[in-house]
């Protein structure tokens, strides 16, 4: 998901937090309207990603690209660059499979800050976060099982006792029981799946939930655990936001199950 900005972020006053609480996409889109900055053009394109319109995300991310080359070169620019890298590889992952012929993570190096920095911009942090996020599902789907339960667990034991990290964690739990899944540790995956639920059950914004919730009923129905997987259907229902948004992360659990299915293994969409 996002990582929190410094208060000079273009977004309209309230925005973040409240599609992040509402879950209402296309009004939160429709309220971007007019808003000339890059970082508007990303967001712009990361909705219409997660309401699995593909070709419609790839039309604002290269606006977003475009405007960027113009942005000032601040901390917080800087950052939302980033992000937007990643938010444009989850759209390319989301939307088809990797080649089976791809073997190879691409090299995306981040030095090491010092604390100071860290500690003046907490978001770098987070941005360092999401890259390491992104390696491991790239891994995952590269069949790089090891190494991307690894950098899952990593994030796990940074992230659980930190109180604005509760959405991440669940996915992350979700990306290590995909890898003991496949590497054959059948009860640690269950074991990891319930701690993915019992995290989402707990904390987190709406949208968190509702995405990490579409990933459960997928995994449960890819396991043949028919109980668990209406479980997490009806907890999906009982999240506030719109009916078209239940119906879209829905659409989307069917496709983490197709892709499932179609590969023999668990696999996260991005």
Request: aromatic share 12%; net charge negative; charged share 25%.
């Amino acid at each position: 998901m996002a990582v929190q900005l410094p208060p000079d972020s273009p977004l309209p006053q309230g925005w973040l937090e409240d599609i992040f609480e509402k879950v209402d996409l296309e009004r939160s889109f429709m309220e971007l309207r007019g808003i000339k900055h890059f970082w508007v053009e990303a967001w712009k394109g990361y909705i219409r990603s997660q309401q699995l319109r593909f070709a419609s995300a790839w039309k604002y991310f290269d606006r977003a690209y475009e405007a960027a080359q113009e942005a000032e070169e601040t901390i917080p620019n800087l950052v939302r660059q980033f992000i937007l890298n990643i938010w444009c590889f989850r759209n390319a992952l989301m939307e088809a499979p990797l080649a089976d012929t791809i073997q190879d993570v691409p090299e995306a190096w981040i030095p090491e800050l010092p604390a100071e920095i860290l500690a003046e911009y907490p978001e770098v942090r987070g941005v360092m976060n999401l890259r390491r996020n992104s390696e491991a599902d790239l891994r995952l789907h590269l069949g790089q099982y090891s190494d991307a339960a690894e950098l899952y667990s990593g994030l796990i034991e940074e992230q659980r006792n930190i109180s604005d990290g509760e959405g991440s964690v669940a996915v992350y739990y979700l990306g290590l029981a995909a890898c003991e899944y496949n590497l054959d540790f059948k009860d640690d995956a269950l074991r990891n799946l319930e701690n993915a639920g019992l995290v989402l059950s707990m904390n987190g914004r709406n949208w968190h939930k509702i995405n990490a919730c579409s990933d459960l009923y997928a995994f449960y129905k890819f396991l043949g655990l028919e109980d668990e997987a209406q479980s997490w259907d009806h907890f999906l229902e009982r999240i506030p936001c719109p009916a078209v948004t239940k119906d879209l992360y829905k659409r989307r659990s069917k496709m983490v199950l197709d892709r499932c299915l179609e590969k023999s293994t668990l696999l996260l969409l991005g």
